[in-house]
């Protein structure tokens, strides 16, 4: 009994430390990694993908994959950024460009759960179809002359008390995730789900609301960064989120969630996204070719699973 | 081959599983190891075979003294074990299955397909059984995948064959058959160690028995020399009262009533009633469709034609959410796979089926679970320190307790109860009887599905017998008798 507490207080803290003592390196490396601006800055870069990864938390703890977030994140925003060259309100542009995420979503979330298919090969297809539908909207081309509305700049580039906006709303939705995940009845569903699906079914658990809901969260997710980067570039771009899965996929494997579902923590998830965003701000810091960047991303995986075997 | 175990002592961490226990087996002997769940049996016998070393004590085999570092080397000693968890690979034939790991191949890695088709026709013939050998294992039944395991365990010139509670999911006519072959390997001086609940059998079939309890081997008796009540004794360590309390129910009105279930090529026209208080035991073989049955009325699976009425109201169940929303509950015969969600806390796997109440508004009252839960734990006598023991941890029949803790706590009308006692020992069997009059006392009506044909008896107020989907008989609780269940269960009259 003991050495389980042991190992599970080990295994929260392991991201922990590694977060730590990357903060340490990197900062004897180049002092001038902890200049506030370059934090603020660290934060702002990292957004995108945390939102991505809070809703993919969900989908990996039941077992589940979504592959199509970076295509509904480039939808999204084509979607919306056409509705505001059309003369809709930038802020309603907004908000319906999140809510149609969590309507693609939802769609990956029925031919899950009422399709009986597989997620991995659900998302595979869908993320072709919607990126393939960006395409067809933009016609190839970026969508510009979103006007200069005060509101929808500053969403993906303004500043709140001194933090950039998409940072404060990377928090918020990781305080309202969290929230949801450790403290509602649908956050133990969703761990049900992951630990013992055909249980959880038995004991009367609509698994297919669940499944539809957790998709739509991780759409939505998708959708809201999409947002974020229509504000940043102020523009929506067809290619916009290409591979953007594979990040979150990392930052939620590199906090400690097991692929495999049930086991993990949104916590984690958020210690992932730092760990990443680090290494790349470092690597730009100390003028590492990008190239190198993404041979030590993946060393990075290996090691945060390797440690994870070992553990359990 | 003659296997002494002498003062074998074993502790993970600071939990002591054996404290001091001997144990000896004779060439040729059917010996039978007994005792409660977390008694300790299956440890000794993972030591025996070399999973894991003794901390103390020792091992003779044939005068020298062993110890085996891994499973392999007391397969080549001639030593196997097999699992309650059979070793099949589903997707594979019989005969892959019988040489998988140890495939007969020529020079350049080609299968020697005849030469292994001769061997395992060989070993068959030898156990006086025949199974096609390119059947697809999964294919087979639960009967003849454990005859294939045996074989598995001849074709290495086992000696000594260890088997973990094999008749747990046979029908008679194949334990019986199990039993023909036991009888034949002893004959040919196979000593064979044999794990099993079930008291009849190693009456049956068995030499001696060696009874453990708490990590202790209590005693050694020859079979001809004890009795049913002393082994009880021996393994509860008290008088064991009558093995099934008695029942003095007072019925209430119909509270369920089934017609015409059916489902093409499963079950057929199933249709029976059930009062408040009553307990309605199901019998059949294994593989009659009881099971299926139930499976149906919880909305697990769909069935064809046919309706489900509460309190006398024709209501639709799709799913199981819906069943549980008409008032019924079902604990099903596999708690690890479709009972329990084993990386869970006690508290979160009795929470799983209660979130409603504990969360009106979707946020969950941890409090109100807590208090709930540490209610239902005090009510089943489920054994732990804390709430927060993750349920893998618990032994069987802990993790009963906490299944049916799960859904009495839901304040059933109907509750279905699949094989409610397979699997666990005699003690947790009883407080489990108990709790079941306890709930007939306040209303609930009881449908219980069992192979147990002694369970049936002294638990059921009324039976229906099940044979191929159909129901094949009726028998009031004073009318029933062993011979009667067997003659409808297959299709006498």
């Not at chain 1, 995940?181 to 959880?200: D, I, S, V």
């Not at chain 1, 079914?201 to 499944?211: M, P, Q």
Request: proline letters at 3%; one cysteine or more.
């Amino acid at each position: 009994m003991k050495t389980s507490k042991l190992t599970t207080i080990w295994s929260k803290l392991v991201p922990l430390l590694a977060l730590f003592g990357l903060i340490v390196v990197v900062t004897i490396l180049n002092p001038s990694f902890i200049d506030p601006a370059n934090i603020m800055n660290l934060l702002r870069q990292i957004s995108i993908n945390g939102l991505i990864a809070f809703g993919m938390t969900f989908v990996i703890l039941t077992g589940g994959i979504d592959l199509s977030v970076g295509s509904i994140l480039a939808l999204t925003s084509a979607l919306s950024a056409g509705m505001m060259v059309a003369g809709v309100d930038p802020i309603l542009a907004i908000v319906i460009g999140t809510l149609l995420g969590a309507v693609f979503g939802a769609l990956n979330g029925v031919l899950i759960a009422k399709g009986k298919m597989a997620p991995f090969i659900v998302t595979l297809a869908t993320m072709t179809i919607y990126r393939g539908l960006t395409l067809v909207y933009t016609g190839g081309k970026p969508i510009t002359g979103l006007g200069d509305s005060y509101a929808f700049q500053l969403f993906g580039k303004g500043y709140f008390l001194g933090i950039p906006v998409p940072a404060v709303t990377m928090i918020l939705a990781f305080i309202v995730l969290a929230f949801m995940l450790h403290k509602m009845a649908f956050g133990r569903k969703t761990y049900a789900l992951g630990g013992n699906e055909k249980a959880a079914l038995v004991s009367g658990i609509k698994v297919d609301r669940v499944k539809i809901m957790i998709y739509s969260i991780s759409g939505m997710m998708a959708g809201l960064a999409g947002m974020i980067l229509t504000s940043r570039l102020n523009s929506a771009q067809p290619t916009a989120g290409q591979a953007y899965e594979m990040d979150a996929i990392a930052a939620v494997v590199i906090g400690g969630t097991s692929l495999a579902g049930g086991k993990g923590r949104i916590a984690g998830t958020f210690i992932g996204v730092l760990i990443i965003g680090i290494l790349n701000n470092a690597m730009n810091l100390l003028g590492i070719s990008s190239f190198y960047q993404q041979v030590v991303k993946g060393v990075v995986i290996l090691i945060a699973v390797l440690l994870d075997r070992k553990r359990s | 081959m003659r296997i002494v175990m002498e003062n074998i002592h074993k502790a993970f961490g600071a939990n002591k599983v054996l404290q001091g226990v001997d144990f000896t087996l004779e060439p040729g002997e059917t010996h039978a190891l007994m005792g409660e769940n977390g008694a300790g049996k299956s440890t000794l016998m993972n030591i025996l075979t070399g999973l894991f070393p003794q901390n103390q004590g020792k091992i003779t085999i044939d005068g020298k003294e062993t110890a085996f570092t891994n499973a392999k080397e007391a397969e080549e000693a001639g030593l196997a074990f097999i699992r309650q968890e059979l070793n099949i690979w589903p997707q594979m034939t019989v005969l892959e299955n019988l040489f998988i790991g140890r495939e007969k191949r020529n020079a350049l890695g080609v299968l020697k397909e005849k030469e292994m088709k001769k061997q395992a026709e060989a070993i068959f013939k030898r156990m006086n059984i025949s199974i096609p050998l390119n059947k697809e294992a999964g294919e087979c039944s639960v009967g003849e995948q454990q005859m294939i395991e045996i074989a598995k365990a001849l074709m290495l010139d086992a000696e000594v064959i260890i088997m973990d509670e094999p008749t747990s999911a046979l029908t008679d006519r194949e334990i019986e058959m199990l039993f023909q072959i036991m009888k034949e390997l002893t004959s040919g001086g196979v000593s064979l160690v044999y794990i099993s609940h079930r008291m009849e059998e190693i009456f049956e079939i068995c030499d001696r028995i060696t009874v453990m309890r708490d990590g202790v081997s209590v005693a050694t008796s020859y079979i001809k020399e004890t009795s049913f009540d002393e082994i009880v004794k021996q393994m509860v360590g008290r008088e064991l009262e009558d093995r099934y309390p008695e029942r003095n129910p007072t019925y209430g009105e119909t509270i369920m009533e089934v017609n015409g279930l059916t489902k093409e090529d499963v079950f057929a026209d199933i249709s029976f009633s059930i009062r408040k208080g009553e307990i309605l035991g199901i019998s059949g073989l294994m593989g009659a469709g009881r099971t299926e049955i139930m499976r149906s009325i919880f909305g697990i699976d769909s069935f064809d034609q046919g309706e489900i009425k509460i309190d006398g109201k024709a209501i639709s169940i799709k799913t199981p959410a819906s069943a549980a929303k008409q008032g019924l509950a079902f604990i099903t015969e596999d708690r690890k796979e479709e009972g329990l969600v084993l990386d869970f806390s006690i508290r979160e796997n009795i929470g799983l089926t209660n979130l409603e109440s504990f969360s009106p508004n979707g946020v969950v009252k941890g409090n109100d679970e807590k208090q709930f839960v540490k209610m239902m734990i005090e009510r089943l006598k489920v054994k732990t320190e804390s709430q927060e023991t993750q349920a893998v941890n618990l032994s069987g029949g802990n993790q009963q307790k906490v299944v049916i803790a799960k859904w009495v706590g839901t304040a059933p009308k109907v509750l279905i109860m699949d094989e409610p006692t397979r699997g666990i020992d005699v003690g947790a069997k009883r407080e489990i009887y108990h709790l079941m009059n306890e709930l007939t006392d306040r209303g609930i009506a009881i449908i219980m599905v069992s192979s147990d044909l002694p369970e049936v008896l002294g638990m059921s107020d009324r039976i229906l017998v099940i044979h191929e989907g159909k129901i094949s008989g009726e028998l009031a609780r004073k009318e029933a008798t062993q011979e009667k269940i067997m003659t409808f269960a297959t299709g006498g009259n």
